[in-house]
């Protein structure tokens, strides 16, 4: 089946570590992107890409990184320089020029830092 | 910066009635608009999507758009149990780049 894959689904670190989130996709989507979601907030952009090797920050980018070497894979890196890392990670796909605009998503990693 | 903004709520409302989300947005550029559902700890779902002025319906759901005012609304009609979750409005820039942002979502809880 067609479909977004992220993991770990639920991930614990200590703080100062830096850790990777990794999100796979099989929808041949040219666009990935990544959100953070903290309780009873929305979905804030971190980073998303068009194309391969090219990234665009979005507005919470400061203590991420990311890379875009393949078209089916966009992870996401966690910082020690992010101060409040903890928080729920989704990542998402969607068809370039797509008439809906409709953004598919992965079912989310929750990282908590301890 | 540009925002999307949403009543975070709860939204209260009874079993069959009408549930009425609203959304702004400040970015008069923007092209698309779109209402997700999330249903606690799951990902968000597309439910309707809307770039022409006026109302689109799909079954129970319409999307209203009105750009001279940068407001978009999300009609529930017949509100279920199952419709309780949390309403995210997202707003895709008039431009090349594809970037899409959201609110912070509305929470409905329909009342049986």
């Known amino acids: 089946d067609g479909g977004i894959t992220q993991s770990p689904k639920y991930l614990f670190r200590k703080e100062g570590q830096n850790v990777t989130l990794s999100c796979e996709q099989n929808l041949n989507h040219d666009a990935m992107y990544w959100y953070r979601q903290d309780p009873g907030q929305g979905l804030r952009l971190i980073y998303y890409s068009q194309i391969v090797n090219d990234f665009q920050k979005g507005d919470i980018a400061e203590g991420y990184s990311v890379s875009r070497e393949k078209k089916e894979s966009f992870p996401l890196t966690v910082t020690s320089a992010q101060k409040n890392p903890t928080a729920f990670y989704l990542c998402?796909?969607?068809?370039?020029?797509?008439?809906?605009?409709?953004?598919?998503f992965g079912e989310g990693s929750r990282l908590t830092v301890l | 910066q540009k925002e999307v903004e949403q009543n975070s709520g709860p939204l209260s409302v009874p079993e069959g009635a009408i549930a009425s989300l609203n959304c702004t947005y400040s970015?008069?550029?923007?092209?698309?608009f779109f209402w997700y559902r999330q249903y606690s700890g799951k990902s968000p779902e597309l439910i309707m999507f809307i770039y022409s002025n006026g109302d689109k319906e799909d079954g129970r759901f319409t999307a209203q758009l009105n750009k001279a005012s940068q407001y978009v609304s999300l009609l529930i009609r017949d509100s279920q149990p199952s419709d309780s979750a949390t309403y995210l409005c997202?707003?895709?820039?008039?431009?090349?780049?594809?970037?899409?942002?959201f609110g912070k979502g509305t929470r409905l809880h329909i009342l049986p």
């Open positions: 970015d008069r550029g923007s092209q698309s």
């Open positions: 997202a707003v895709k820039e008039m431009n090349r780049d594809d970037k899409i942002i």
């Open positions: 998402a796909s969607m068809r370039r020029n797509s008439n809906t605009g409709e953004l598919f």
